[in-house]
Structure formats: structure tokens, C-alpha cells
């Protein structure tokens, strides 16, 4: 379940099993193209995958490094834990907590620079 404070406008989730863009927050989500609110317990993060760090303009710099406007993240994989991504510094140092989810990144993108990641056309 996704916490109507977890996210914001422009967060991409995982609504029936396809992306979404939120539209509007309130107890309630509604994703872009659609009319009707949607209830959060039926929402689900969008799993972080390298497709999404591409489309958000990062670029791999080595095999598990990303880098985007001088911000650096470890991408890894544990059996346990999935698919994940380290916030880093510059000296290679993980900070903070992993992220699945793409709204994770862009949370803490806009948190790191006051600016949101440009959001990919969704189909």
C-alpha cells in the first residue's frame, strides 16, 4: 500500500500492473487519463529497473554505477532484497537507505536538487 505522504504530483506508481503518473493526491490518488480517484490500498510502487534510470537520464558509468548531474548511485541485486538502488557520494560512499520504487528516486531526487525528474511519456 502507498501512502498518499509518501508521494507527490508526478510520481510514477504501478496501478493494475502498468504505470501510472499521479495526477492529484489526497486521501485518495488519481493517475493521469483517468476520472475516477483510486484507493492507495490498490496501489503499488513502479519497481526500479536500469530502463528507468535510462528514461530518467542517468547514465551508467561503469557496470553498477549510475550518474546523473554529478549525483552518483550504486545499482545492485540481493536474492532476498531484489532489485535495488544506493544513494552515494562522491567518494564512492553508500548514504542512506535502498530504493525500489521509481517514486523513491524521484522523492529523493527532489529533495537532493529542488527539481523533479522529467517523467517519460507513459502508454
Given at each position: 500500500?502507498?501512502?498518499?505522504?509518501?508521494?507527490?504530483?508526478?510520481?510514477?506508481?504501478s496501478?493494475?500492473?502498468?504505470?501510472?503518473?499521479?495526477?492529484?493526491?489526497g486521501?485518495?490518488?488519481?493517475?493521469?487519463?483517468?476520472?475516477?480517484?483510486?484507493?492507495?490500498?490498490?496501489?503499488?510502487?513502479?519497481?526500479?529497473?536500469?530502463?528507468?534510470?535510462?528514461?530518467?537520464?542517468?547514465?551508467?558509468?561503469?557496470?553498477?554505477?549510475?550518474?546523473?548531474?554529478?549525483?552518483?548511485?550504486?545499482?545492485?541485486?540481493?536474492?532476498?532484497?531484489?532489485?535495488?538502488?544506493h544513494?552515494?557520494?562522491?567518494?564512492?560512499?553508500?548514504?542512506?537507505?535502498?530504493?525500489?520504487?521509481?517514486?523513491?528516486?524521484q522523492?529523493?531526487?527532489?529533495?537532493?536538487?529542488?527539481?523533479?525528474?522529467?517523467?517519460?511519456?507513459?502508454?
Open positions: 500500500m502507498i501512502s498518499p505522504l509518501s508521494i507527490m504530483r508526478g510520481s510514477i506508481l496501478y493494475e500492473g502498468k504505470p501510472q503518473i499521479v495526477k492529484s493526491i486521501e485518495y490518488i488519481m493517475f493521469e487519463g483517468k476520472k475516477e480517484w483510486i484507493g492507495p490500498s490498490l496501489v503499488n510502487g513502479e519497481p526500479l529497473s536500469e530502463e528507468w534510470l535510462f528514461k530518467f537520464g542517468f547514465y551508467a558509468n561503469s557496470s553498477a554505477w549510475f550518474e546523473r548531474k554529478g549525483f552518483l548511485f550504486l545499482w545492485g541485486y540481493t536474492e532476498e532484497f531484489g532489485h535495488f538502488l544513494f552515494a557520494d562522491s567518494d564512492q560512499t553508500i548514504v542512506g537507505s535502498a530504493m525500489k520504487y521509481v517514486h523513491q528516486l522523492m529523493l531526487c527532489f529533495s537532493l536538487t529542488g527539481e523533479h525528474l522529467n517523467v517519460p511519456k507513459i502508454k
